[in-house]
Each structure stands twice: as structure tokens, then as C-alpha cells.
């Protein structure tokens, strides 16, 4: 009975966790370059909203350099969904003052 348990907890779990991603902070990749990215947990989704969400927080990290994201490049995962492709954008950009 306690396993049952236990396997209705992890699946209701994931299932709440499932529409959620992985948001990691923003990196530096080079002088002046960083980059923002993000990952859905499950195959479900789109990485339209993933982009917007990588394009926020790329704008958030200048605005607090007192500057204003110049995108260098987006990447964006394309279907099929497997375990190894979930959807995921990624943003690389320089902030500048303007």
C-alpha cells in the first residue's frame, strides 16, 4: 500500500511540476555576451513562450546595468518532443547604454 502511495504522490507531483521550467540564472559567455535560457520540465508547451520569457530576462539584467538588450542570437528547440529535445529558447545579447 505504501508504494501505491508513493507512486501517486511522484506522478501528482510531475504533474503539478510539469508545466513549470528550468530557469537558470543569466550567464556571461564572452566579453560583454551574455546568455539566458530556459527549459520546459515535460514535452508539453510551446518555446514561443519560452522566448518571451529568456527576452524578459535578458531586458531585466541591462535594465539593471542601466543598458538596453542588443540580441546577437536566439535559438529555439524544434519538435519532435523526446526526452533528450524538450522545448527550450535561448537568448544571447549585449546590454548597452542608450
Known sequence: MAAAARTVA???L?????????NPAVLTVGAGTYQASRQAFFPFGDTASLRDAVLAQA???CEGMQGKPVVVRIEESKPP?????????AVQFRCERG
Open 14 to 22: 510531475s504533474w503539478t511540476l510539469g508545466g513549470c521550467a528550468l
Open 81 to 89: 518532443w523526446l526526452p533528450d529535445n524538450f522545448p527550450r529558447a
Open 10 to 12: 511522484v506522478l501528482g
Open 59 to 61: 531586458d531585466k539584467h
